[in-house]
Structures are given as structure tokens and as C-alpha cells.
């Protein structure tokens, strides 16, 4: 199994432990090694699949405004954690490769092998929610024919970037290709560099 591989039959593990309760307070027991790499990946999907259900909650046009908004807040924070998971991968990438000897015409690949698996564990969640809307009993012929289209352009998509994030880590570990991580700036998340924070601070 190459780790791409991996990674989805991770990721397929935590959305269906997820949906067990499909509630998202619910707590989950993480079945992987503390600190291990296969444990990072779990709780990345598990941060994606509470957030995608986060996203369909806010959308309900009688929402509550002042639970929406602590949804919105709540989701906020979901996605700094999330950044900072990837993040955390993309750290243990650069520390694995980092005595491989760059070849004199390597090329600079523009997204970082942890984004690229983030694209992945969204995928794992797309393709379960697919399936789920072409099983329904309830839809139409036309809208289980359509979800059907979509679902086999989802499987084709996640063969297509599984096959990439593998070519991109056997290509960097040849020195072929190398990496280089960008911390997100997320300047509206830091009470320094967001106008509206710092300058509620003198008030």
C-alpha cells in the first residue's frame, strides 16, 4: 500500500466513525498510535468531517442568528486547526527529506504534499456523502442519475490525486522535486495584524 493509499483507508476509516453518531459534539477515540503519523491523519478527517456538518447546520435558513453566529466562530477555529494539522504533516515531510540530495535541475512543486493530502480528506468526505444521495429512497430517478455522474467523477478524481501525491513523494525522496512550506498567515485570526481586534483594544 503506497502512503496516498494510506491516507484514504485512513480517512474512509474516521468519516464512517464519524457517522456512527453523526453528531458533532460527539467525542471519538482516535485508534492510532499517540504522536504516530496514521493518528495526525485521523484527526485531520475527523476536524474535516465535524466541519463539513458545521457547514450544513449554518445553512439552515431558520437558524438561530445568535447560533449562527457561534457556529461561525466554531467554525473559525476549526479552520486554524486544521491549518495547523497540515501544517504539522507538511513539518514531518520537510524533516524526513531534508538530507536528500536535490539534483542540479529539480523542479519546485507549487503545492505542498500536505495540502495535497487535505484535497484527499475532503474527497473521503465528498465521496461518502455522494454515495449517501445515490442510495436515497426518497430522490427522484434525476437527481440519483446525477449524483451518480458526480460520484464517478469523485473516484476518478481521488485515483488521479492519489497517483499524484505519490509521484510527488517518490519524486521528491529522488531529489527530482523539492518543497518548500509557506505558513499561513492568517492575519484576521492574530489580534496583532487585524485592524478590527488591535484597534478595539485602546477603546
Known amino acids: 500500500m503506497t502512503f496516498a493509499e494510506k491516507c484514504n483507508k485512513i480517512f474512509d476509516e474516521a468519516t464512517v466513525a464519524y457517522h456512527v453518531t453523526d453528531d458533532v459534539d460527539a467525542e471519538h477515540v482516535n485508534p492510532y498510535e499517540a504522536g504516530s503519523i496514521e493518528a495526525v491523519l485521523w484527526d485531520k478527517n475527523m476536524i474535516d468531517a465535524v466541519q463539513w456538518h458545521l457547514e450544513d447546520i449554518i445553512r439552515d435558513p431558520e437558524i438561530d442568528p445568535v447560533e449562527a453566529l457561534a457556529i461561525k466562530r466554531r467554525i473559525d477555529r476549526s479552520n486554524q486547526d486544521r491549518t495547523d494539522m497540515v501544517e504539522e504533516l507538511d513539518s514531518r515531510f520537510l524533516d524526513k527529506y531534508k538530507d536528500v540530495a536535490v539534483e542540479a535541475d529539480a523542479t519546485f512543486n507549487t503545492e505542498s504534499p500536505a495540502w495535497a493530502i487535505d484535497r484527499l480528506s475532503i474527497l473521503a468526505l465528498k465521496l461518502y456523502h455522494m454515495e449517501a444521495e445515490v442510495e436515497r429512497t426518497d430522490a427522484s430517478a434525476e437527481h440519483i442519475a446525477r449524483c451518480r455522474a ?54
Open 150 to 203: 458526480k460520484l464517478d467523477v469523485l473516484r476518478q478524481q481521488r485515483a488521479d490525486l492519489t497517483a499524484a501525491i505519490d509521484r510527488l513523494l517518490d519524486d521528491i525522496a529522488a531529489g527530482r522535486r523539492y518543497m518548500r512550506v509557506y505558513r499561513q498567515m492568517k492575519m484576521y485570526n492574530d489580534p496583532e495584524t487585524n485592524p478590527v481586534l488591535y484597534g478595539s483594544q485602546g477603546k
